[in-house]
């Protein structure tokens, strides 16, 4: 069993940045992808960004040019670097792992929220 903690959500305003962390009880070597999805109320929950063990990265179409995640292997963490934070952005941000074996697992997420 997996336990993801993230960290780094608040109030933002129109244009400004954030920065999630999520950090894993294991070795994130162990862990073939880590991503973050977000949720918005009355939506489904959909991809942010992910990136692989070997530093693959894939971001949603609507956070490209903005969003960067990264990974910090010593800490076990991944992070999630918002710039040029839009209203539409608004948000609960899970962090999600999948090992190698194909076993998910969730954090409890994080709220974001952007005022125009």
């Known amino acids: 069993q997996v336990q993801l903690v993230e960290s780094g959500g608040g109030l933002v305003q129109s244009g400004g940045s954030l920065s999630l962390s999520c950090t894993a009880s294991?070795?994130?070597?162990?862990?073939?992808?880590m991503g973050w999805y977000r949720q918005a109320p009355g939506k489904q929950r959909g991809l942010v960004a992910s990136?692989?063990?070997?530093?693959?990265?894939n971001y949603a179409d609507s956070v490209k040019g903005r969003f960067a995640i990264s990974r910090d292997n010593a800490k076990n963490t991944v992070y999630l670097q918002m710039n040029s934070l839009k209203p539409e952005d608004t948000a609960v941000y899970y962090c999600?792992?999948?090992?190698?074996?194909?076993?998910?697992?969730w954090g409890q997420g994080t709220r974001v929220t952007v005022s125009s």
């Open positions: 999600h792992a999948e090992l190698f074996t194909s076993a998910g697992y």
């Open positions: 294991e070795s994130i070597f162990s862990i073939y992808v």
């Open positions: 990136i692989t063990s070997d530093g693959s990265t």
